[in-house]
């Protein structure tokens, strides 16, 4: 299983490699780190703000954004690579083939779910983006954003059923990580429109300074997100003819 399992990520890094544009969708979290790293401070500078409170709020608020779109990338990458790639098939015993769907999306949601993880953490340590937070906090904030991945993943997935669909809901998808500044920046009532999006649920776990508070909205990030996927898993396979 562990074999045919990385058959299959080796395969998809293959089919990233070969197509530009999905290769610079891979190494974003890079292009989002040398810029809160390199380029923000400067472009701050230029902005002249005296206000050491002031440029940390949006700063965080920046930083927290751009991380937060690297699982939306991620879920959006591994969902085109899931409708529009042709399965492996050949005559070795661990090759994938097309009456497989179950497996082949079980498989790139879990690549999705720790890939993202994987990546996030180190983003998040170097660019510490909450300094008021600690590196539990860091881990619990990788964690939520690991789900979104495979939330945006079948979301996309379960809709996009042609290219044209595809591209649509991945608009529509936006919407979910808007959000994340939205919901930082506004108060109510109006950031009573932003409930649906788990991703509003994690910045505030992310940011918010007591414990507390910060499982509660993360778990109510986790409930919309594990509910909303368990739909959109149920709705794909049933579409797929498969049961």
């Known amino acids: ?7 299959l990520f080796i395969s998809d890094i293959r089919f990233i490699a070969r197509r ?7 190494f974003s979290p890079v292009i989002i780190s040398l810029f809160l790293l390199s380029l ?5 500078g230029l902005a002249r703000y005296e206000d050491a409170f002031s440029w940390s ?10 991380i937060s779109a690297i699982p939306c990338i991620y879920g959006l990458l591994f969902s085109f690579i899931h409708l529009y ?3 492996l098939a050949d005559n070795n015993k661990n090759a994938i083939s097309a009456g497989e769907p179950k497996w082949l999306l079980k498989s790139r949601i879990a690549a999705v779910t720790f890939l993202t993880f994987g990546i996030v953490l180190p983003v998040i340590f170097l660019t510490n983006p909450v300094d008021t ?13 690991a789900i979104m991945a495979p939330f945006i993943f079948l979301f996309t997935a379960c809709f996009g059923c042609n290219r044209k669909k595809w591209k649509l809901y991945s608009l529509i998808s936006l919407t979910f990580l808007i ?4 919901g930082l920046l506004v108060h109510h009532p109006w950031n009573y429109l932003e409930f649906f999006s788990p991703f509003y649920w994690l ?22 997100a594990v509910v909303s996927m368990l739909f959109f898993y149920r709705s794909f396979l049933r579409y797929s003819g498969r049961v």
């Open 203 to 224: 910045s505030w776990a992310w940011v918010i300074g007591l414990p507390a508070e910060s499982l509660m909205y993360g778990s109510i990030s986790l409930a919309i």
């Open 85 to 87: 790639k042709l399965p």
């Open 40 to 44: 923000f401070p400067h472009i701050s």
């Open 133 to 145: 937070e600690g590196w539990v906090r860091s881990i619990y904030a990788a964690f939520l954003l």
């Open 57 to 66: 709020r949006y700063y965080s608020v920046i930083a927290v954004t751009l």
């Open 20 to 26: 530009p544009l999905l290769l610079t969708a891979l």
């Open 1 to 7: 299983m562990k074999v045919r399992i990385m058959k």
């Open 179 to 182: 959000t994340v500044p939205t």
